[in-house]
C-alpha cells in the first residue's frame, strides 16, 4: 500500500473526527474566495461602483480576519487530532515505521485535507459568486448587477495562501511527532488521570475578574468608553478562563458532596465523568464561550444599527427635511410657499409645518469654550415638544433659562443648573440668564445657529426679540410626513431649490436615512458570513473533542454496560453531558454579550434588547441544531462498538 493510499484511507477512516473540521475549512476558504472575488472584480479595481471602494476596504479587512483564525483554528484542530491519534502512531512505529515516514504520513493526509477543502470552498464559492455579486449590488443601489467572471486573481489567491496555510501548520503539528517512545504512545489511553483540583484563590480570581469587568461595562459611558474598554476585555477573558478551569470543578465537587443529587438517578456517573471533562475541556470551553461572546455581542451590535438606524435618524432629523433661514422674511435657502407647492404635486399631505423664529446669540461656557446658540420661547419649544415622543415641555421662569443640546446619546455636561451664564446676542446686546440645566434633544434641524437652543421665559424672549432687527433674526422651518423613507424624489426635487452656498443649511432625514440603512445593510451582510465562520468554528470544536475521547468512553461504557446500565440510561447520560458541553458556554457568552449590551445602550441611549433577543434566539436555535447532530452521531459510534 502507498503511502498516499494509507493518507487517504487515514482520512477515511476517521471521517466522523474530521467530518466537522473539514466543513468549518471548506466554509472559510468559500467566504475567503467570495471576498476575494468582489475585491478582484474589475468594475470596483476601475471604481466604476458607487460606494465599491468601501465595501472593498472592508472584505480586504475581513479576509485578514478570517486568514488569523483559520490559522490558530487549524492549528489547535491539528494539534487535537495528533493527540488522538497516540495508539495509531504507536502502532506503526512498532510494525517498522520510521519517524520520518510518520512526518511524511500525517504531511500527505494534511495535504489531502487541504487540497478537499480548498477545491471545495473554491467550487461551492464559484458557485455561489454570481448571487453574491447580486446581493451587494442591490446593497449598493448599482442598476446593473455586478456581472460574472472567472476570478482568476482570487482564485490563485486563496488557493496559494491556504496551501501556505496548512503547510505552516503541518510543520508545527510534525514537531509534536517523534519526541514519545512507542511504549508512552500505546499507553496514552489507558493513563490513569490525576484527580480534578482546584485553587480556591483562583476561583476568588475569577469571581473578582468577572465582577469587576461586568460592573465597568454597566457604568461605561461616551466619557470612559475609551479608559475601560480593554481592562474590560482582559477582565473578563482572565475570569472565563478561571471559570471553567477552577470554579467549574470547584461547583462539580460541591455537587458531589451533596448525597441527595449525588444519588439522584444517573447523577453519581454524570458528575463523576463531568468533573473531569470540565478540566480536560477546559481550554476548548474558553475558547467557545469567547467565541460566543464575539458572535453575540459583534451580530447584535450591527442588528441594533441596522434595525434602529430608522430610530437613531428620526432623533437627530425631527423633521422630513429642515433649514434655516438667516434673517426672518429671507428665503435665501429655500421659500416655504415653494416647497410645500411641490409636495402637493407630489401627493404628499404634510403632518405639521414647523416655523421657530429666535435670535441668534453665543456665550463662553465656564471652561472657556465659546458655543453658538440660539434663543427660543418656552411656548415655542413646548408647542414643538408636544407634537414628538419622548420630549417632555418646560417651565422656564423670568431670568431663567434652559440650555438644549441636540445629541440625545452624548454624555458631555456643558451646562450645570445654578450657573449664570451671559450672551451675547446677534444685535450686540448682553443677557444674563441663570440656568435651569442642560437636556438633549433636538427639536428642529440643527444647523448653526440653531443647533444648540436657548430656550427663556416668553417674556424674555419678546424683549430679546424687540432687541433684534429683523434681518438679525433667524427662522427654522421643518416639513414632516408619513412616508418620508420612500420620498427621495420629492426631495431631491426640494433640494434643487437651495443655491449651492446655502446647502450646509439643509437638512433632508430621507438622505440620512438612506445612507445610513445602506451602510448598515452592508456591515450586517459582511459580518454574517463572518459570524456564521466562527459560529461553525466554535461548533466544530466542541465536536472533535467530544470525538477525542470516544476510545475512551467506549471502554468505560462497555465496562458499564456490564454491570447493569442500559441502553437508555447511557443516552441520557450522554444526553445531558453533550447539553452542558454545547450550551454552558453559550450561556457564558450570552451572559458576556448581555453585559456588553448594557454598554452599548448606555453609549447610543437607545434600546438594544430586542435586537440583541432576535439574534440569541437565532443562535440558540443553530446551537441546538449542532448540539442535536453531536448527541446522535455519538451515540450511534458508541452504540456501534458496545454491539461488538
Same mark, same amino acid.
Given at each position: 500500500?502507498?503511502?498516499?493510499?494509507?493518507?487517504?484511507?487515514?482520512?477515511w477512516?476517521n471521517?466522523?473526527?474530521?467530518?466537522?473540521?473539514?466543513l468549518?475549512?471548506?466554509?472559510?476558504?468559500?467566504?475567503?474566495?467570495?471576498?476575494?472575488?468582489?475585491?478582484?472584480?474589475?468594475e470596483?479595481?476601475?471604481?466604476?461602483?458607487?460606494?465599491?471602494?468601501?465595501?472593498?476596504?472592508?472584505?480586504?479587512?475581513?479576509?485578514?480576519v478570517?486568514?488569523?483564525f483559520s490559522f490558530?483554528?487549524?492549528?489547535?484542530?491539528?494539534?487535537?487530532f495528533?493527540k488522538?491519534?497516540?495508539?495509531?502512531?504507536?502502532?506503526?512505529?512498532?510494525?517498522?515505521? *520510521?519517524?520520518?515516514?510518520?512526518?511524511?504520513?500525517?504531511?500527505?493526509?494534511?495535504?489531502?485535507?487541504c487540497?478537499?477543502?480548498?477545491?471545495?470552498?473554491?467550487?461551492?464559492?464559484?458557485?455561489?459568486?454570481?448571487?453574491?455579486?447580486?446581493?451587494?449590488?442591490?446593497?449598493?443601489?448599482v442598476?446593473? /448587477?455586478?456581472?460574472?467572471?472567472? /476570478?482568476?486573481?482570487a482564485?490563485a489567491v486563496t488557493?496559494?495562501?491556504?496551501?501556505?496555510?496548512?503547510?505552516?501548520?503541518?510543520?508545527?503539528?510534525?514537531?509534536?511527532?517523534?519526541?514519545?517512545?512507542?511504549a508512552?504512545? @500505546?499507553?496514552?489511553?489507558?493513563?490513569?488521570?490525576?484527580? /480534578?483540583?482546584?485553587?480556591?484563590?483562583?476561583?476568588?480570581?475569577?469571581?473578582?475578574?468577572?465582577?469587576?469587568?461586568?460592573?465597568?461595562?454597566?457604568?461605561?459611558?461616551?466619557?470612559t468608553?475609551?479608559?475601560?474598554?480593554?481592562?474590560?476585555?482582559?477582565?473578563?477573558?482572565l475570569?472565563?478562563?478561571?471559570?471553567?478551569?477552577?470554579?467549574?470543578?470547584?461547583?462539580?465537587?460541591?455537587?458531589?458532596?451533596?448525597?441527595?443529587?449525588?444519588?439522584?438517578?444517573t447523577?453519581?456517573l454524570?458528575?463523576?465523568?463531568?468533573?473531569?471533562?470540565?478540566?480536560?475541556?477546559?481550554?476548548?470551553?474558553?475558547?467557545?464561550?469567547?467565541?460566543?461572546?464575539?458572535?453575540?455581542t459583534?451580530?447584535?451590535?450591527i442588528?441594533?444599527?441596522?434595525?434602529?438606524?430608522?430610530?437613531?435618524?428620526?432623533?437627530?432629523? /425631527?423633521?422630513?427635511i429642515?433649514?434655516?433661514?438667516?434673517?426672518?422674511?429671507a428665503?435665501?435657502?429655500?421659500?416655504?410657499?415653494?416647497?410645500?407647492?411641490?409636495?402637493?404635486?407630489?401627493?404628499i399631505?404634510?403632518?405639521?409645518?414647523?416655523?421657530?423664529?429666535?435670535?441668534?446669540?453665543?456665550?463662553k461656557?465656564? +471652561?472657556?469654550?465659546? @458655543?453658538?446658540g440660539?434663543?427660543?420661547?418656552? +411656548?415655542?419649544?413646548?408647542?414643538?415638544?408636544?407634537?414628538?415622543?419622548?420630549?417632555?415641555?418646560?417651565?422656564?421662569?423670568?431670568?431663567?433659562?434652559?440650555?438644549?443640546?441636540p445629541y440625545?446619546?452624548?454624555?458631555a455636561?456643558?451646562?450645570?443648573?445654578?450657573?449664570?451664564?451671559?450672551?451675547?446676542?446677534?444685535?450686540?446686546?448682553?443677557?444674563?440668564?441663570?440656568?435651569?440645566?442642560?437636556?438633549?434633544g @433636538?427639536?428642529?434641524?440643527?444647523?448653526?445657529?440653531?443647533?444648540?437652543?436657548?430656550?427663556?421665559?416668553?417674556?424674555?424672549?419678546?424683549?430679546?426679540?424687540?432687541? *433684534?432687527?429683523?434681518?438679525?433674526?433667524?427662522?427654522?422651518?421643518?416639513?414632516?410626513w408619513?412616508?418620508w423613507?420612500?420620498?427621495?424624489?420629492?426631495?431631491?426635487?426640494?433640494?434643487?431649490?437651495?443655491?449651492?452656498?446655502?446647502?450646509?443649511?439643509?437638512?433632508?432625514?430621507?438622505?440620512?436615512?438612506?445612507?445610513a440603512?445602506?451602510?448598515?445593510?452592508? *456591515?450586517?451582510?459582511?459580518?454574517?458570513?463572518?459570524?456564521?465562520?466562527?459560529?461553525?468554528?466554535?461548533?466544530?470544536?466542541?465536536?472533535?473533542k467530544?470525538?477525542?475521547?470516544?476510545?475512551?468512553?467506549?471502554a468505560?461504557?462497555?465496562?458499564?454496560?456490564?454491570?447493569?446500565?442500559t441502553?437508555?440510561?447511557?443516552?441520557r447520560?450522554?444526553?445531558?453531558q453533550?447539553?452542558?458541553?454545547?450550551?454552558?458556554?453559550?450561556?457564558?457568552?450570552?451572559?458576556?454579550?448581555?453585559?456588553?449590551?448594557?454598554?452599548?445602550?448606555?453609549?447610543?441611549?437607545?434600546?438594544?434588547?430586542?435586537?440583541?433577543?432576535?439574534?440569541?434566539?437565532i443562535?440558540?436555535?443553530?446551537?441546538?441544531?449542532?448540539?442535536?447532530?453531536?448527541?446522535? *452521531?455519538?451515540?450511534?459510534?458508541?452504540?456501534?462498538?458496545?454491539?461488538?
Amino acid at each position: 500500500m502507498t503511502f498516499r493510499r494509507l493518507a487517504i484511507n487515514n482520512v477515511w477512516g476517521n471521517r466522523h473526527q474530521y467530518g466537522a473540521y473539514i466543513l468549518s475549512s471548506i466554509f472559510s476558504v468559500m467566504i475567503f474566495f467570495m471576498y476575494a472575488a468582489f475585491i478582484f472584480h474589475p468594475e470596483v479595481v476601475h471604481g466604476n461602483i458607487q460606494g465599491g471602494s468601501g465595501v472593498r476596504i472592508a472584505l480586504i479587512g475581513c479576509e485578514y480576519v478570517i486568514i488569523v483564525f483559520s490559522f490558530f483554528f487549524v492549528l489547535y484542530s491539528s494539534s487535537a487530532f495528533l493527540k488522538t491519534r497516540q495508539k495509531e502512531f504507536g502502532l506503526l512505529l512498532l510494525f517498522g515505521f *520510521t519517524r520520518g515516514k510518520l512526518r511524511r504520513l500525517v504531511t500527505y493526509e494534511n495535504m489531502l485535507i487541504c487540497l478537499l477543502s480548498v477545491a471545495a470552498g473554491i467550487g461551492i464559492g464559484l458557485l455561489f459568486s454570481k448571487l453574491f455579486f447580486m446581493a451587494l449590488s442591490g446593497l449598493l443601489h448599482v442598476d446593473n /448587477p455586478l456581472p460574472f467572471y472567472f /476570478p482568476l486573481r482570487a482564485v490563485a489567491v486563496t488557493a496559494i495562501g491556504y496551501f501556505l496555510l496548512f503547510l505552516a501548520m503541518t510543520l508545527f503539528s510534525l514537531r509534536r511527532i517523534g519526541r514519545s517512545e512507542i511504549a508512552d504512545l @500505546m499507553q496514552a489511553g489507558r493513563k490513569p488521570k490525576d484527580p /480534578p483540583k482546584f485553587s480556591i484563590w483562583l476561583v476568588l480570581l475569577c469571581v473578582l475578574s468577572l465582577g469587576a469587568g461586568y460592573g465597568l461595562a454597566a457604568a461605561m459611558n461616551g466619557q470612559t468608553v475609551l479608559v475601560t474598554m480593554l481592562p474590560i476585555v482582559f477582565l473578563v477573558v482572565l475570569g472565563t478562563y478561571f471559570l471553567f478551569s477552577q470554579a467549574s470543578v470547584a461547583l462539580l465537587n460541591g455537587l458531589q458532596r451533596n448525597k441527595r443529587i449525588r444519588y439522584r438517578g444517573t447523577n453519581l456517573l454524570i458528575l463523576s465523568q463531568l468533573a473531569y471533562k470540565m478540566k480536560d475541556n477546559a481550554r476548548v470551553l474558553f475558547l467557545v464561550s469567547v467565541l460566543s461572546a464575539v458572535i453575540l455581542t459583534s451580530a447584535s451590535t450591527i442588528n441594533a444599527f441596522y434595525g434602529g438606524s430608522k430610530e437613531q435618524i428620526v432623533q437627530h432629523y /425631527p423633521q422630513a427635511i429642515g433649514y434655516v433661514e438667516r434673517g426672518l422674511d429671507a428665503h435665501r435657502t429655500a421659500d416655504p410657499e415653494r416647497v410645500k407647492q411641490i409636495l402637493r404635486e407630489d401627493g404628499i399631505r404634510l403632518e405639521y409645518e414647523l416655523k421657530l423664529v429666535g435670535v441668534p446669540a453665543s456665550f463662553k461656557l465656564k +471652561s472657556g469654550v465659546t @458655543m453658538e446658540g440660539m434663543f427660543v420661547s418656552a +411656548s415655542d419649544y413646548n408647542a414643538q415638544a408636544a407634537r414628538m415622543k419622548g420630549v417632555e415641555p418646560l417651565e422656564v421662569g423670568s431670568g431663567h433659562a434652559w440650555f438644549i443640546y441636540p445629541y440625545r446619546e452624548s454624555q458631555a455636561v456643558f451646562v450645570r443648573p445654578g450657573e449664570t451664564l451671559v450672551f451675547l446676542t446677534a444685535a450686540g446686546a448682553d443677557a444674563r440668564m441663570r440656568m435651569d440645566g442642560q437636556r438633549n434633544g @433636538m427639536i428642529a434641524a440643527p444647523v448653526a445657529p440653531a443647533a444648540n437652543l436657548v430656550v427663556v421665559s416668553d417674556g424674555d424672549y419678546r424683549s430679546l426679540l424687540a432687541a *433684534t432687527p429683523a434681518k438679525l433674526q433667524a427662522a427654522v422651518y421643518g416639513f414632516e410626513w408619513k412616508g418620508w423613507e420612500s420620498s427621495e424624489a420629492t426631495v431631491e426635487r426640494i433640494k434643487a431649490l437651495v443655491p449651492d452656498d446655502a446647502r450646509s443649511l439643509f437638512q433632508s432625514r430621507t438622505e440620512a436615512y438612506q445612507e445610513a440603512r445602506q451602510f448598515s445593510a452592508l *456591515t450586517l451582510f459582511v459580518a454574517l458570513f463572518v459570524s456564521a465562520l466562527f459560529f461553525l468554528a466554535s461548533g466544530s470544536l466542541l465536536f472533535f473533542k467530544m470525538f477525542t475521547e470516544l476510545q475512551e468512553d467506549q471502554a468505560q461504557f462497555k465496562a458499564l454496560r456490564r454491570i447493569g446500565i442500559t441502553r437508555r440510561e447511557m443516552g441520557r447520560v450522554v444526553s445531558r453531558q453533550t447539553a452542558i458541553l454545547f450550551y454552558l458556554p453559550c450561556a457564558v457568552g450570552a451572559v458576556h454579550a448581555a453585559f456588553a449590551m448594557v454598554a452599548l445602550g448606555n453609549l447610543l441611549s437607545m434600546n438594544v434588547w430586542l435586537y440583541a433577543g432576535m439574534v440569541l434566539l437565532i443562535y440558540l436555535a443553530l446551537q441546538t441544531l449542532y448540539c442535536w447532530t453531536a448527541r446522535r *452521531t455519538y451515540l450511534r459510534s458508541i452504540f456501534r462498538e458496545d454491539a461488538r
